[in-house]
T-cell receptor
């Protein structure tokens, strides 16, 4: 597609439910990143993928969070047993190659706004 | 701890003035530094990327400088316009941190007509 596409754009869920957030990166981009942006916390790194593998999961806040990427394209971020503190904007980004290889431009989607009530 | 700091958190200027946005980082061993713009309710748009070997990058009215030894970068926006109102974020990719970007808290800019 023309840009990074995320769905849903908005999600309100009850505490304790599971949610899935989807990211469709720019076609041909091998690197995919998930970030979280919450009030008072700024932008936090969650996880990145190179192809289908995730070398760095260090940013995932707890074992309730998981992510996968299939076919080197679409990625899904899953949050199990959601808590109110999970409320945030979840941003996905992609780039042609990894940042440390040649520092190429990274493109962000508009985010999935998650509210846990 | 590797941190990125942006001061001030908010800035208001009259139209036509030049904008100067500051970013500081704690460790000079970086791969690159990027400046992004975020409009309310939107994602981030990459403005400029400076590799560790570069001193500055320019695009139109935007100019970003990098001083690794002092751990600072400055984004200059010449002749500001109301359309420049947004939050500007600086992000660093550190050599020791793999491929993740570490963001500053951003500077919220308002350009008054």
């Amino acid at each position: 597609g023309a840009g990074v596409s995320q769905s849903p754009s908005n999600k309100v869920t009850e505490k304790g439910k599971d949610v899935e957030l989807r990211c469709d990166p720019i076609s041909g981009h091998t690197a995919l990143y998930w970030y979280r942006q919450s009030l008072g916390q700024g932008l936090e790194f969650l996880i990145y993928f190179q192809g289908n593998s995730a070398p760095d999961k260090s940013g995932l806040p707890s074992d309730r969070f998981s992510a996968e990427r299939t076919g080197g394209s679409v990625s899904t971020l899953t949050i199990q047993r959601t808590q109110q503190e999970d409320s945030a904007v979840y941003l996905c980004a992609s780039s042609l190659r990894l940042q440390r290889l040649d520092g190429n431009t990274i493109y962000f989607g508009e985010g999935s706004w998650l509210t846990v009530v | 701890k590797q941190e990125v700091t942006q001061i001030p958190a908010a800035l208001s200027v009259p139209e036509g003035e030049n904008l100067v946005l500051n970013c500081s980082f704690t460790d000079s061993a970086i791969y690159n530094l990027q400046w992004f713009r975020q409009d309310p309710g939107k994602g981030l748009t990459s403005l400029l990327l400076i590799q560790s070997s570069q001193r500055e990058q320019t695009s139109g009215r935007l100019n970003a400088s990098l001083d690794k030894s002092s751990g600072r970068s400055t984004l200059y926006i010449a002749a500001s316009q109301p359309g420049d109102s947004a939050t500007y974020l600086c992000a660093v990719t550190w050599e020791a941190a793999g491929n993740k970007l570490t963001f500053g808290g951003g500077t919220r800019v308002l350009v008054k007509p």
